[in-house]
């Protein structure tokens, strides 16, 4: 691949819109490409920013989002809009190239979940957002993705379950909640460890690390459980020790059914 055609890519790169071999040229083609790279790198460094921005923000703090919204307008770079926050964080783990994401920890899972994460944590999921009971999590997910989900037990303490909807990563349909950890907004997402295969380089960090293991980049953290044929993935700003606790007592808790 060379400049012209990495230019062209670029919108969908940051927005993580290219196919894995596209990618994967991108990413090699950054590693040997200075003026390339220093491009990519001025864009992440405003992503970044405003990512920083997005993430204290309460959800629903429309006012905070237009005014970024118009940061960005200004500055000439339409581009990015709404889409600036997911972008931002997928593209914390993409920017540096295979070398980069084996540093830092972050596997192809990880990633999913910050984009995801990043994307809902702007939007609602009911009016208003109120705590719900683990009963009204899988009654509101039941019949909406090929598999149930229920919670064995007294609910898990510090681990509050506010909204719930099915989603995917990817092609893998995943039972996606909205927890409160501490006061803290986190995105839980719950998936069969068959999905897994969908996810090679996370299946090797298991493979390498244990069934429990976190990792991060930046201010998000994601913290990763499985047990049981279960796999669990809470992604926030909390600490990465914090979100791999949270995953490591929700995927004891939690069952997942075909
Ligand atoms: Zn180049």
């Given amino acids: 691949m060379n400049c012209g055609e990495v230019l062209r890519h670029l919108g969908p790169y940051l927005d993580s819109e290219c196919d894995r071999e596209v990618t994967l040229a991108i990413a090699e083609h950054l590693e040997r490409c200075g003026p390339c790279a220093e491009r990519l790198a001025r864009e992440k460094d405003l992503e970044d920013r405003l990512a920083g921005h997005l993430g204290a923000c309460e959800p629903g703090d429309d006012l905070l989002w237009r005014r970024l919204e ?55 999921f009911s009016e208003p957002e109120e705590p719900l009971s683990w009963e009204a999590v899988s009654a509101s997910l039941a019949g909406r993705i090929p598999f149930a989900v229920s919670i064995k037990g007294p609910s898990p303490e510090g681990i509050t379950p506010v909204g719930a909807r099915p989603c995917a990563f990817g092609d893998e349909p995943v039972a996606f909640l909205r927890c409160c950890l501490g006061g803290e907004p986190v995105s839980v997402a719950i998936l069969p460890e068959a999905a897994l295969g969908s996810f090679p380089e996370a299946a090797g960090e298991f493979a390498r690390k244990g069934d429990a293991f976190s990792c991060g980049r930046g201010d998000l953290h994601v913290g990763l459980a499985r047990r049981g044929g279960t796999l669990v993935c809470v992604t926030g700003l909390p600490s990465g020790e914090a979100l791999r606790e949270a995953a490591r007592i929700l995927a004891e808790r939690v069952e997942v059914s075909r």
């Fill in 70 to 124: 118009g940061a960005v307008t200004r500055s000439g770079r339409r581009r990015l809009l709404w889409r600036g926050a997911a972008a931002a964080v997928v593209l914390a783990f993409a920017v540096g190239g295979a070398s980069l994401l084996l540093r830092s920890g972050a596997s192809d899972l990880v990633r999913a979940a910050c984009a995801d994460h990043a994307k809902l944590s702007r939007e609602k």
